[in-house]
């Protein structure tokens, strides 16, 4: 089958999604599939090799910036749109990405819902000549249904199936303006509705958006994220020094300044003097003041020679980075949809201590992989991790337990043959 992504890219550091589209890419095209993934907004900025690589950019960021300001830029000549979506220039866009007003933030996340009925429809169209010059996929995918707008077009214009998979939308839409939220919400329902589907990570997310986007639960279906397992063997030794651990967007809304306060509380029990912290993931120039902030409360703790922070590690780095560790948590302040990081812990044989919240109950149930704490009271964070860390032969036995259960049901070597059948069987069968 001829298949297509349309994936947003963040320019400059690593994204679950776009990741997670890549490792399925390269898996659909090893069983055969031809695919293409196409960048949106920004270039990807992936840790793979890219399964679709020099392929233009469509909605680049500072195309959609200007011809939503400027109408001017909606007449432009093709030459010069394509010199303002060269990747040098976006990469450098979205290092300034907290450039950006909240007023501004708004009004172009409506002009791009709005699409071919906004002032981005020529970036619509480019889309649209695109797929007719280079072959009409027989199934979409949207990496998120923020890109409804446009799908809904191509599935009208090309006369073939698009999906949209749902990826933690609601946090970006309830952070808009009182005066953009609503319209957004309401515009982003009417697109959703005509497309063929949506693909939710998680019992949990796929429910809560069914609700807030009034879609009939027959139009939602489910999948979980998944990555590339083949080559990934987890360390089966226990960590001769103990190390916690965390892997995500170097950001508030994951919650590190709660696992560095979890920390410097461990430290200060006296039951856990060679504990370490091990802080990566991704970081643009908007995240740094907060991530020197947690840098600068462990150093006030001395514990200079206990933590490290790494921002943006290489794959090879990333795994190294995870089999090190003797225990895993990412705090989130708010209900994720899935949580990709979660997945690459315990493929790395690592046990995750994770918010009884979101998707994660799901993950922990399915896997076996960890445990979940009430995420009302740093305490209890601290007293799981407390337990884990006292126990270091039975954390690991959940670390191989956590490895095993992602080699079965999150791998996407599985998973990308299931999610074909998924889309193209009227009723697939279920597997547990």
Known sequence: MKLAFLTPGTGNYYCGVCMRDNSLARQLMTLGHDVTMLPTYLPHFLDEEDASPDQPIFFGGINVYLQHKFSIFRH?????????????LLKKAAARSGMTSSKDLGEI??????????????EVNKVLDWFKAHGIPDILFLSTIMLAGIGKVLKRELNIPVYGFLQGEDSFLDSLLPEYR????????????KLDGCIAPSKYFGDLMSGRLSLPSSKVKHHP????TEGILPNTDVPSIPTLGYLARLCPLKGLDILVDV??????????????????????????????EQRSKLSKAGLDEYFTISPNITRKEKWEFLKSLSVFSVPARYPEA?????VEAMLAGVPVVLPDSGAFPEIIQSSQGGK?????????????????????????????????????????????????????????????
């Open 76 to 88: 432009t000549p093709g030459w010069l749109d394509k010199a303002l979506d060269s990747k040098w």
């Open 225 to 228: 994220n998944g990555i590339t």
């Open 338 to 342: 899935f949580g990709l990081y979660v």
């Open 263 to 292: 920390f410097i509380e461990l430290k200060n029990s006296g039951n856990h003097e060679q504990l370490t912290l091990k802080i990566a993931g991704g970081m643009t120039d908007e995240d740094k003041p907060f991530v020197e």
């Open 109 to 122: 996340t409506l002009s791009t819902f709005r699409g071919e009925d906004g002032p981005l429809v020529k």
């Open 182 to 193: 609503v319209e957004a919400w309401k515009l982003l329902s009417n697109d959703i509705a």
């Open 372 to 432: 979940l704490y009430n995420p009302t009271s740093s305490a209890m964070l601290a007293k799981t991790l407390d337990e884990l860390l006292n126990d270091p032969y039975s954390a690991k036995q959940i670390g191989m337990r956590a490895h095993a259960s992602v080699l079965e049901k999150y791998a996407n070597e599985i998973l990308a043959q299931r999610l074909v059948e998924m889309v193209t069987m009227p009723h697939p069968i279920e597997r547990k």
